[in-house]
């Protein structure tokens, strides 16, 4: 059984930062793109950031030149360093990821989320 666990939300001022971490563990062969979404209340869940086994990112427009997404293959983690946040920023982030379990095809999964709020 795949789990992803997330962590390192919290409540910060604006112009803050944070670094959320995700990490997937149990039977896994391969994991391909590995993101991170974000829902915040009465809104759709949005891509933030997503990377692929060969380190190809993409961002939100709204994220670009503030959040950076990066990877430890080694490790099976994501990570999602957030700086000059915003209250925009606010909602609950999870990660996600494609990979592929010995007795499973190739399918998504999803964290449990983590709340990032930003307020003075």
């Known amino acids: 059984q795949v789990q992803l666990v997330e962590s390192g939300g919290g409540l910060v001022q604006p112009g803050g930062s944070l670094r959320l971490s995700c990490a997937a563990s149990?039977?896994?062969?391969?994991?391909?793109?590995m993101g991170w979404y974000r829902q915040a209340p009465g809104k759709q869940r949005e891509l933030v950031a997503v990377?692929?086994?060969?380190?190809?990112?993409n961002y939100a427009d709204s994220v670009k030149g503030r959040f950076t997404i990066s990877r430890d293959n080694a490790k099976n983690t994501v990570y999602l360093q957030m700086n000059s946040l915003k209250p925009e920023d606010t909602a609950v982030y999870y990660c996600?990821?494609?990979?592929?379990?010995?007795?499973?095809?190739?399918?998504?999964?999803w964290g449990q989320g983590t709340q990032v709020t930003v307020s003075s």
């Open positions: 996600h990821t494609d990979l592929k379990s010995p007795l499973l095809p190739r399918k998504p999964y």
């Open positions: 149990g039977s896994i062969l391969n994991i391909y793109a």
């Open positions: 990377i692929t086994s060969d380190g190809s990112t």
